[in-house]
């Protein structure tokens, strides 16, 4: 794949970034999206620092999994890019059990290995994962589009592999792919003001890290039986032992 510094000034270039140790890389996990994208667009790999100039010239800025912290003065191009017109998807991932999320009468998708998303107004949740998966209703897919004349979109989708080779043509993640391709590039892709406004889905609980306390279990204080009366009884031969016999009591 070409990089960025080989760039001309072109309408239709997309630009997958690779300068922060992506753990999803164009050349080995979004070859299918490249062989779509070749017939009418540049595809490029950025493997140089993230400038003004840079992103001046690029349609699509794709931001697949970074391992690495962006530094201020990225950050700061970045969001002056998206200011003046462009176009960023960022896909994120999460070291997570695999789920086949689906809800009826919409759309059917596989989102492995992702993470669910906080969104707030004037963002607009795309895709939730459901009323039959956990988290409930929890949002994975997100975009923003400047109200100003001159600004840019912003799309965030929690899981990178589900556009990745080996999920891009399970159930209906393409078509959400060719979807936010053309919401991000075409100006006339428009979303449904009513489901925008009210979309399904519920309010986000913060809850314990569960994995993390498990690991530190503590037993809890019992105070000390009374001592029997008769010295005999202090002999206690029978082995240790962990089973139900108290439930019943314990019920009642």
């Known amino acids: 794949m070409p990089e960025a ?3 001309k000034i072109k309408e239709n270039t ?7 140790k992506e753990a999803f890389t164009l050349s080995q996990h979004f070859t299918e999206i490249a062989k779509y ?9 950025n493997k140089d620092d993230i400038t003004n100039e840079r992103l001046s010239i690029v349609k699509l800025f794709v931001i697949s999994g970074p391992t690495e912290k962006f530094s201020a003065a990225e950050f700061n191009s970045i969001k002056k890019y998206l200011e003046t ?3 960023l998807l960022v896909l994120m991932g999460e070291n997570a059990t695999q789920m086949d999320l689906s809800h009826k009468q919409a759309l059917q998708f596989l ?4 993470a669910s998303l906080n969104v707030a107004k004037p963002a607009v949740a795309l895709l939730s994962t459901g009323s039959v998966a956990f988290p409930l209703n929890r949002p994975v897919c997100a975009v923003y589009k400047s109200l100003s004349p001159n600004g840019g979109t912003l ?3 929690g899981s990178a592999a589900m556009f990745s080779d080996p999920y891009i043509n399970k159930e209906d993640n393409f078509k959400i792919f060719e979807f936010l391709f053309k919401y991000l590039t075409e100006e ?14 519920e309010t986000y609980y913060q809850v314990p890290d569960i994995i993390s306390l498990s690991s530190n279990l503590m037993s809890c204080l019992q105070e000390s039986d009374e001592l029997p009366q008769n010295v005999k009884n202090y002999f206690d031969q029978g082995l240790f032992c962990m089973d139900t016999s108290l439930v019943p009591k314990a019920i009642q």
């Open 5 to 7: 510094t080989q760039m």
């Open 14 to 20: 997309v630009v997958f970034n690779q300068t922060k």
């Open 37 to 45: 994208l070749k017939s009418s667009w540049k595809v490029v790999v």
């Open 85 to 87: 017109g462009g176009s």
């Open 111 to 114: 989102y492995p290995y992702g």
């Open 155 to 157: 799309a965030v989708v």
């Open 188 to 201: 006339s892709v428009t979303l449904n003001s009513i489901d925008s406004e009210e979309p399904e889905i």
